[in-house]
């Protein structure tokens, strides 16, 4: 059974960075689509970026420029790379791969960006 643990999250003001990391175990990661979403409070869910298996990468507009997808298929891990961050990046920021139509979550990392 595939699982998705993100880490990396945590409090920082607005103009700072953070990196999270999405490490996958059970499943074949070279393989598989990593993509990263976010929840900020009250709101619904919303795709953030996308890596696929061959490396191509797709970003939402509000976060074009400012965070960087990637993956490491020998550590079976991706990342998310975040610069420039606004108040409005708070939000809890959860991984997904899906391979096949299968979708694995991990249970998310909370981002929180001061004003």
């Known amino acids: 059974q595939g699982q998705v643990v993100e880490s990396g999250g945590g409090l920082v003001q607005a103009g700072g960075s953070l990196r999270l990391s999405c490490e996958t175990s059970?499943?074949?990661?070279?393989?598989?689509?990593m993509g990263w979403y976010r929840r900020a409070p009250g709101k619904q869910r919303d795709w953030v970026a996308t890596i696929r298996s061959d490396g191509r990468t797709n970003y939402a507009d509000s976060v074009e420029g400012r965070f960087t997808i990637s993956r490491d298929n020998d550590k079976n891990t991706a990342w998310l790379q975040m610069h420039t961050l606004k108040p409005e990046d708070t939000a809890t920021y959860y991984c997904?791969?899906?391979?096949?139509?299968?979708?694995?979550w991990g249970r998310g990392t909370q981002v929180t960006v001061s004003s």
């Open positions: 059970g499943l074949i990661f070279r393989i598989a689509s």
């Open positions: 997904a791969a899906s391979i096949f139509g299968q979708n694995y």
